[in-house]
C-alpha cells in the first residue's frame, strides 16, 4: 500500500520560515487534486491549500500571501513553502493525495 511521507517540520520563531516537503512510497497523485492540511491541539483537521496538476491552487484564508503549494509530478514529490509563520500556524501538518490514506504528518511549532 502506497504510504504519504511528511518531513521539514520544526520548531521555529514566529517570522521565519519552514518549507514541507510530501513523497510517497509509490505514485501519490493519481488524482487531479492534493493539498496540505493541517491539526493543531484540540481542533479539527483543517484544509491548509489545494493544488490541481494544472497548478491551480486554493488557499485557506488565514494563510493567504505567505504560504505556497507546489507539486512536482514527475519526482511524485508536493511542497509548501511557510514564510512569516505564526504562532496559530503552530499545527501537525498533513499531506492530502486522495485515496492516499493519511500520513504521519510532521510538527511544526512556531514560537512567538
Known amino acids: 500500500q502506497v504510504q504519504l511521507v511528511e518531513s521539514g517540520g520544526g520548531l521555529v520563531q514566529a517570522g521565519e520560515s519552514l518549507r514541507l516537503s510530501c513523497t510517497g512510497s509509490g505514485r501519490i497523485f493519481t488524482r487531479d487534486v492534493g493539498g496540505w492540511y493541517r491539526q493543531a491541539p484540540g481542533k479539527q483537521r483543517e484544509m491548509v491549500a489545494t493544488?490541481?496538476?494544472?497548478?491551480?491552487?486554493n488557499y485557506a484564508d488565514s494563510v493567504k500571501g505567505r504560504f505556497t503549494i507546489s507539486r512536482d509530478n514527475a519526482k511524485n514529490t508536493m511542497f509548501l513553502q511557510m514564510n512569516a509563520l505564526k504562532p496559530e500556524d503552530t499545527a501537525v501538518y498533513y499531506c492530502?493525495?486522495?485515496?492516499?490514506?493519511w500520513g504521519q504528518g510532521t510538527q511544526v511549532t512556531v514560537s512567538a
Open positions: 492530502w493525495a486522495p485515496p492516499v490514506p
Open positions: 493544488i490541481t496538476v494544472a497548478g491551480i491552487t
